[in-house]
C-alpha cells in the first residue's frame, strides 16, 4: 500500500478515529479531575560505611558491605519496630504512602512520604528519618552491651587488680625487705596487669571511638519541606498520555476496522477481487440525478461517453449487439447506467433498444417516465406483439421495452425459448439491445439470460459492493460461461475518474 493508500483509509475512518480520541480525551480529563490531589516529600539522608577493617583500621570501604548496608538501612526503614514509633509520634488515622529509594554509586537514601495533606507527607519523612537515627545504634547491638561497656567493665576490674597488686607490693615492702624474691614476683605481677590495662584501654579508645561514629552513621543531608504541588495526579502528563492513546487507539482502530471491513472503496480493490478490466468509472452525483439521464457536459455524461467507447472498441474484435448489464447485489445503479448507457450510445447515430428485464422490480419506465401497463411479461406470455409493447422515447435513437404487469414466473419467462427468439429479434431489427437484470446473487435470472447475450457488464459500486460478493458474482458467472467484459464502477471518486480518463483511449 501506498501513502496515498493510508491516507485514503484514514479519511474514510476519520470519525471512528475522532469519537476514539474524543472518548478517550474525556475519560482522561474526567479521571484527572477526580482523582484526590497527592502531595509527595522526600527526605535525603547519609549512610555512613563503617568497619573494622582486617588490619585494624576503625574505618573501610567495601563496595559489597556497602551494598548489603543500604540495603539493610532501606528494610529498617520500613520494619515494624520503626513504623511503630513513628504511629506513636505522629498519631496518624490515614497512613501515608512511604518509599525508600537508594541513589545508585552514593551513600544517599530518600525517604519519600506521599499523603493527602503536604505538611502530614514532610512531617511523615522527617519523623521516619529521625527514628531511623534513634533506632540505628540498635541495628548493630541487638540491645546487648556494647563492645565499650565490655571493655569498660574489663578495665575496671584489671584496674582493681592492679591496685590490689600494688597494695600487696607495699605491704611486702613494709613487712619483709629482705624477702627480695616475693618482692620481685609482686613487681612482676604488677607490670603484666599494667600491660593488660594498656591493652584493654587501648582496645577500648578505638571501640569508643568507633562506637561515635557509628552513633552518627545515618544523618539527615536534606530534610522534607512541604510540596506547594500535588505530585498526583500529574495533569499535563496525564493530557499528554490521553492525546497520545486517543490518537494512537484511534488511528489503530480505524486500520482494525478497514481490515475487518470487505466494502470496495476504490478502484484498484476492485481491479484485485474481480480480476476484470475496468471499461468505465462514472462520477458519484447528487441524490437528485442518480436515477435520472445525465446530458451535457456533465462528468457523468462525459463518464458514459468514454464506456461507449471503450464498447465500440471491444466491438472491433466480436460484434457486441447484445449486451447484459447486472451487479453482485440490488442497487448498485444498473438501470441508470443502462438508461445513460443507452443514450450515449444513440448519440452516436445508433438506434438502441433498452429491455427491463427486472421482472421483479422494474425501474427503466420510471427513468424514461413511460407507461408500463404492457412490456416484456405481455409479449414473453403471448398476449401483445412486440411492435405494441415497444414505446420511443423523448431520446431520439432510444428505444424502450418496458417490463409489464409482474408475472408469477419470472425466471422460468426469462430462461424460456420465446425470450431467446426475442432477444435474436431485437438485435437484427436494433444496433444494440441492452439488458436491465436483476443482480446475480438476489436471484438467477440474470444467470439465465447471461448466456444469451454478447457480453456482460458487472456494475459494482464503489463503497457499497463487498468483496465476498462481487467476487461470488464474477463466479457464477463464469459458471454459466457468461462472456463478461469487464467492470464499470459506479459513484467512482473524481480523482479516479480523471486518472482513468488519461489511461483510456478516446479513439
Not at 504511629?87 to 519519600?112: F, G, H, Y
Not at 584493654?200 to 552513633?215: G, K, M, T
Not at 462528468?299 to 453482485?328: K, M, V, W
Not at 425470450?419 to 444494440?432: A, G, W
Amino acid at each position: 500500500m501506498s501513502i496515498r493508500d493510508y491516507v485514503e483509509i484514514l479519511l474514510r475512518r476519520k470519525w471512528i478515529i475522532i469519537i476514539t480520541f474524543a472518548v478517550v480525551m474525556g475519560i482522561t480529563i474526567v479521571a484527572t479531575l477526580l482523582t484526590e490531589p497527592m502531595y509527595r516529600a522526600s527526605t535525603m539522608m547519609r549512610v555512613l560505611s563503617v568497619s573494622g577493617g582486617s588490619s585494624g583500621d576503625w574505618i573501610a570501604y567495601d563496595t559489597k558491605q556497602v551494598e548489603r548496608l543500604m540495603n539493610t538501612y532501606a528494610e529498617f526503614a520500613t520494619s515494624r519496630p520503626v513504623l511503630s514509633e513513628l504511629s506513636k509520634r505522629l498519631e496518624l488515622e490515614d497512613w501515608p504512602q512511604i518509599a525508600v529509594e537508594i541513589l545508585v554509586n552514593t551513600e544517599l537514601m530518600q525517604i519519600t512520604a506521599e499523603a493527602r495533606d503536604p505538611v502530614v507527607a514532610r512531617d511523615t519523612a522527617n519523623a521516619l528519618a529521625e527514628v531511623m537515627i534513634a533506632q540505628s545504634r540498635e541495628l548493630y547491638t541487638g540491645g546487648g552491651k556494647t563492645a565499650q561497656e565490655i571493655l569498660g567493665e574489663q578495665l575496671a576490674q584489671v584496674k582493681a587488680e592492679i591496685d590490689e597488686a600494688w597494695s600487696d607490693y607495699e605491704g611486702l615492702i613494709a613487712e619483709s625487705p629482705e624477702a627480695s624474691d616475693q618482692i620481685a614476683a609482686a613487681s612482676r605481677a604488677i607490670d603484666l596487669k599494667e600491660e593488660t590495662y594498656a591493652t584493654i584501654l587501648d582496645q577500648y579508645e578505638r571501640n569508643r571511638v568507633r562506637e561515635a561514629v557509628l552513633a552518627n552513621t545515618l544523618s539527615i543531608i536534606e530534610p522534607a519541606v512541604a510540596p506547594r504541588e500535588p505530585a498526583k495526579p500529574r495533569k499535563e502528563l496525564n493530557i499528554a498520555l490521553g492525546l497520545v492513546l486517543g490518537l494512537g487507539g484511534g488511528v489503530a482502530l480505524a486500520f482494525l476496522v478497514e481490515s475487518l471491513d470487505t466494502t470496495l472503496y476504490s478502484v484498484e480493490q476492485i481491479k484485485r477481487s474481480t480480476a476484470q478490466p475496468i471499461l468505465g468509472m462514472v462520477p458519484a452525483a447528487g441524490r437528485q440525478a442518480q436515477s435520472g439521464l445525465f446530458t451535457g457536459a456533465s462528468p457523468q455524461g462525459e463518464a458514459f461517453r468514454r464506456l461507449r467507447t471503450n464498447l465500440f472498441t471491444l466491438d472491433h474484435d466480436s460484434p457486441l449487439r447484445a449486451l447484459l448489464i447486472t451487479s453482485a447485489e440490488p442497487k448498485e445503479g444498473k438501470s441508470t447506467i443502462a438508461s445513460n448507457l443507452a443514450f450515449a450510445v444513440a448519440l452516436s447515430g445508433r438506434q438502441v433498444v433498452v429491455v427491463d428485464a427486472h421482472l421483479r422490480l422494474p425501474t427503466l419506465h420510471k427513468v424514461f417516465g413511460l407507461s408500463n401497463r404492457i412490456g416484456l411479461a405481455s409479449v414473453l406470455e403471448g398476449r401483445v406483439s412486440l411492435e405494441e409493447a415497444m414505446q420511443e422515447t423523448e431520446i431520439s435513437g432510444v428505444h424502450v421495452l418496458t417490463s409489464g404487469p409482474l408475472p408469477e414466473n419470472p425466471a422460468e419467462l426469462l430462461s424460456s425459448p420465446q425470450m431467446s427468439v426475442l432477444i435474436d429479434r431485437l438485435t437484427r431489427q436494433y444496433d444494440m439491445l441492452l439488458l436491465d437484470t436483476p443482480s446475480v446473487l438476489a436471484v438467477t435470472d440474470a444467470a439465465a439470460l447471461a448466456r444469451t447475450a454478447d457480453g456482460v457488464l458487472l456494475i459494482v459500486e464503489r463503497a457499497q459492493a463487498k468483496q465476498e460478493s462481487v467476487r461470488a458474482a464474477t463466479q457464477q458467472l463464469a459458471d454459466v460461461k457468461a462472456n463478461t467484459l469487464g467492470i464499470v464502477v459506479n459513484r467512482s471518486q473524481a480523482d479516479s475518474t480523471y486518472e482513468y480518463y488519461s489511461r483510456v483511449p478516446t479513439g
